[in-house]
C-alpha cells in the first residue's frame, strides 16, 4: 500500500527514464483458477472485473488470487464486447480488455510515442501493457469536449489512438 502511494505521488512528478514498457503478448494462462498464481485486476467495477492476463468475469467469479474463473462459461478473453471500431468502448472493464490483446500492441507503442507533452507523465509512470490498458481506458479530458459533455456518451472508455469525434453543436 505505501509503496503504491510512493509511486502515485511520482505520477505527479516529470519521469525522465527511458525504460521500455514491458509488453505481455503472450500469455502462458493455462489454467486460470490455479491459486499460486496472482493477478492485478480492473479492482472497481461493481459488476465485471477485467484481470491482467485479458479475461473479463462477472465480480462473482473472480478468485481469491485476483484471476479471472477461466473455467466458468461467461469469462472471456480479449473481449471487445462493447467496443466500437475506433477503440472506444460503452463499459471500461471490456475497454481494457479489448486493449490487452496482443494485436493491439503497435497501435498503443504508436500512440505512446506521441503522447503530448501534458500526458507524458501519466504514461511515462506506467510500467507494463496492463497498467497502461487501465490508464488509456479511464475517461479523460480527450473524452468530453466544453469541459462538460462526453464526445461520445455511449462510448467514453477509449484506448485507441484519437478521441471520439467532436459532436455537432
Known amino acids: 500500500q505505501e ?15 527511458e525504460q521500455p514498457i514491458l509488453w505481455k503478448v503472450k500469455f502462458s494462462s493455462g489454467n486460470s483458477s490455479q ?5 492485478r485486476n480492473s479492482v472497481q467495477g ?17 478468485q481469491v488470487n485476483g484471476c479471472c474463473n ?5 469469462t472471456k478473453l480479449y473481449s471487445c464486447d462493447s467496443c466500437l471500431p475506433n477503440g472506444c468502448c460503452s463499459i471500461y472493464e471490456y475497454c481494457v480488455s479489448c486493449c490487452l490483446q ?20 501519466l504514461f511515462m509512470a506506467v510500467e507494463d501493457h496492463f497498467e497502461l490498458c487501465l490508464a488509456k481506458c479511464r475517461t ?21 489512438e484519437y478521441p471520439p469525434e467532436l459532436l455537432p453543436v
Request: hydrophobic share 30%.
Open 46 to 62: 461493481k459488476l465485471l472485473i477485467t484481470d491482467e492476463l485479458g479475461y473479463i468475469c462477472e465480480r462473482k467469479d473472480l
Open 35 to 39: 491459486l499460486s498464481n496472482q493477478c
Open 140 to 160: 479523460s479530458s480527450q473524452s468530453v469536449q466544453h469541459e462538460n459533455t462526453y464526445r461520445d456518451p455511449i462510448a467514453k472508455y477509449c484506448y485507441g
Open 70 to 74: 477461466g473455467n466458468v462459461a461467461s
Open 102 to 121: 496482443p494485436s493491439k500492441q503497435h497501435l498503443l507503442e504508436r500512440f505512446l510515442n506521441r503522447a503530448a507533452i501534458a500526458f507524458q507523465n
Open 3 to 17: 509503496e503504491r502511494m510512493v509511486r502515485d505521488r511520482n505520477l505527479l512528478q516529470v519521469q525522465e527514464h
